[in-house]
């Protein structure tokens, strides 16, 4: 017997309604996912993933099903809302991406970026946090960094990361924590897969004040995550991600060279000594 999935719930997120209104007018038209798939160019499986919620689309396949269907720029503009919208899995999403990039740009002026944390600074800022699980957080994210790691050492992911220099100088856990910090920054920076920069406080004003960014090259595309308050948002429209890609390089003009930022850190390490 076929198996039959459960239908995603709608009124989750626009993805979840997008996949869902995908599956209704398959099954309204009477198509098998292999006859869809013929329609986008795709294979049965990817069908699937998509009406499951595990696959984004692209406007071209969106273009192919208005067509097929008959239902105007439904399908692309659904699209657009939901790349739009803020996505409550942006988490799982973001997630599952990283894990599949060959290369991340990376921007952070508050913090330094998961990917370089040590556990005691990932833990001190666990602590600063509010979540109903402290040990919970606490082992998401030192999974995140142990994959991370993983990847990079195999040579499978590439890590460009751009910090400002007051996540340097902002103490998190202490002195000794800020230490072992320093030296942990120190070492990814000699790691053949990592490019680790730091914009100088002399640098003065610049475009990354307005919050993190990540661009997450995949196969055959890019990606983004904008951070903010009470969650992020991910970003799939080309135009938008290839904005923000222009936005970390601007940024990263401003940064010292990748030797003058092994400098600049080492200079913490011994104000942290």
């Known amino acids: 017997m076929p198996i039959v999935r459960d239908e995603l719930d709608p009124k989750i997120s626009m993805w979840h309604f997008l996949a869902h209104t995908q599956r209704f007018w398959r099954e309204k038209e009477g198509l098998s996912l292999t006859q869809c798939g013929k329609i986008m160019g795709l294979a049965r499986s990817t069908v699937s993933n998509m009406e499951a919620g595990r696959r984004r689309p692209q406007d071209d396949q969106m273009k192919l099903l208005d067509e097929h269907y008959g239902t105007g720029v439904l399908f692309r503009v659904m699209l657009w809302f939901a790349r739009m919208a803020h996505d409550p899995d942006w988490g799982k999403q973001i997630a599952k991406y990283e894990e599949q990039a060959n290369m991340i740009w990376m921007w952070h002026g508050q913090v330094i970026p998961i990917a370089l944390q040590t556990d005691d600074y990932s833990w001190g800022y666990?602590?600063?946090?509010?979540?109903?699980?402290?040990?919970?957080?606490?082992?998401?994210?030192?999974?995140?960094?142990?994959?991370?790691?993983?990847?990079?050492?195999?040579?499978?992911?590439?890590?460009?990361?751009?910090?400002?220099?007051?996540?340097?100088?902002?103490?998190?856990?202490?002195?000794?924590?800020?230490?072992?910090?320093?030296?942990?920054?120190?070492?990814?920076?000699?790691?053949?897969?990592?490019?680790?920069?730091?914009?100088?406080?002399?640098?003065?004003?610049?475009?990354?004040?307005?919050?993190?960014?990540?661009?997450?090259?995949?196969?055959?595309?890019?990606?983004?995550?904008?951070?903010?308050?009470?969650?992020?948002?991910?970003?799939?429209?080309?135009?938008?991600?290839?904005?923000?890609?222009?936005?970390?390089?601007?940024?990263?003009?401003?940064?010292?060279?990748?030797?003058?930022?092994?400098?600049?850190?080492?200079?913490?390490?011994?104000?942290?000594?």
Not at 161 to 170: T, Y
Not at 213 to 219: F, G, K, P
Not at 243 to 254: E, I, Q
């Open 126 to 273: 666990v602590k600063a946090g509010s979540p109903k699980d402290y040990e919970a957080s606490m082992q998401r994210r030192v999974a995140r960094k142990k994959m991370f790691l993983e990847r990079v050492e195999k040579e499978e992911l590439e890590i460009w990361a751009l910090v400002d220099e007051s996540v340097l100088a902002r103490q998190v856990g202490g002195r000794e924590v800020m230490k072992a910090q320093m030296e942990h920054l120190l070492y990814l920076a000699e790691l053949p897969g990592v490019i680790l920069r730091v914009v100088p406080f002399s640098a003065g004003a610049h475009l990354g004040v307005d919050g993190s960014v990540q661009v997450i090259r995949l196969d055959g595309r890019d990606i983004a995550y904008a951070g903010a308050q009470n969650g992020g948002r991910m970003i799939e429209s080309p135009g938008e991600v290839r904005d923000l890609s222009v936005k970390v390089d601007r940024v990263g003009c401003m940064a010292a060279s990748v030797d003058g930022s092994k400098e600049i850190i080492g200079q913490y390490l011994e104000r942290y000594s």
